[in-house]
């Protein structure tokens, strides 16, 4: 995955990229040593970076009460 990340995605594009990783693992609680949390942040770097679908929105009004 990261071969084609570099291969095909700007630096600013990246850079926007860690700001909504960071949103996300924030928001949800994600421990990325977690296999499922892992899981989900690949599922969104396919889906955004390198595919056409849309970013996992974040409903702030649930922050703190998602649990992984």
């Not at 071969?3 to 600013?12: G, L, N, V």
């Not at 599922?43 to 998602?66: F, M, N, R, Y």
Request: net charge negative; aromatic share 8%; charged share 30%.
């Amino acid at each position: 995955m990261g071969e084609r990340i570099q291969a095909s995605i700007c630096t600013d594009c990246w850079k926007d990229w860690l700001e909504h990783q960071t949103l996300l693992i924030n928001h949800y609680g994600l421990d990325p040593r977690d296999k499922k949390s892992r899981s989900f942040l690949y599922e969104q770097i396919e889906k955004v970076l390198l595919g056409e679908g849309d970013a996992e929105q974040v409903d702030t009004s649930q922050e703190g009460s998602i649990q992984w």
